[in-house]
């Protein structure tokens, strides 16, 4: 299967700062998804970008899919963005999900 | 359009007991996926199901754990007996894509069952 790698595992950000994470994967693949894990376990899509950049708010992402990494980029960063975000990349044929291990992110007052 | 649901949303046994948990997914979608996510860890597949048969269910524990989609819309995931280290979440997924079919299609996650083994 593919493999996933996210990086930092573990981030720790002043409110306001900025922060990118970043997703490896190792094959090509047909769709790569951020999501967010509150408090509470539910996984929460925050994009859905096989290829490009997107935005939303003070998030943005960027695939570059023939290098086989995404970037999640955080601006002026709010406590309510603390918890754990996961990347997860799909293979092509068989609608297979890979997750990575998730980038667990804490934002202090 | 209504999410993915999942119910109960929290469930305490004892070791050796049996439990099951319910989903259903996102109207329309054919694609439905069984997550365990252990502690500290991303979720990991445990079955996937195409309408009403089964896609991949390699990392499944067979000899403990079963789970149907008889009528191609909601599934049961039945864990039998329990043991310590099927405390999880258990998080079930849904998607509107098919196996080989072309396209991108965004996976959709309901609130998940925490189960607690004693």
């Known amino acids: 299967g593919i493999q996933v790698e996210q990086s930092p595992p573990d981030l720790i950000l002043q409110e306001g700062a900025n922060s990118t994470l970043r997703c490896n994967f190792s094959d090509s693949v047909n769709n790569l998804q951020w999501f967010h894990q509150n408090p509470w376990g539910q996984l929460i899509n925050l994009f859905y970008i096989p290829s490009g950049t997107k935005q939303n708010g003070r998030l943005s992402a960027t695939t570059v899919a023939t290098e086989r990494y995404s970037l999640l980029y955080i601006s002026s960063s709010q406590t309510t963005d603390s918890g754990v975000y996961f990347c997860?990349?799909?293979?092509?044929?068989?609608?297979?999900?890979?997750f990575g291990s998730g980038t667990k992110l804490n934002v202090k007052p | 359009e209504a999410g993915v649901a999942q119910s109960p949303r929290y469930k305490i046994i004892e070791k050796r007991q049996s439990v099951a948990f319910w989903c259903n997914p996102i109207s329309g979608h054919a694609t439905l996926y069984w997550y365990q996510q252990i502690l500290g860890q991303g979720p990991k597949l445990l079955i996937q199901f195409q309408n009403n048969g089964v896609v991949d269910d390699s990392q499944l524990p067979k000899d403990r754990f079963s789970a149907e989609r008889l009528k191609g819309v909601d599934s049961t995931l039945k864990i039998q007996p329990a043991k310590l280290e099927d405390s999880a979440v258990y998080l079930c997924a849904s998607t509107g894509g098919r196996v080989g079919l072309a396209g991108n299609y965004e996976q959709y996650f309901g609130p998940g069952t925490r189960l607690t083994v004693t």
């Open positions: 997860a990349s799909q293979e092509e044929y068989f609608n297979k999900f890979y």
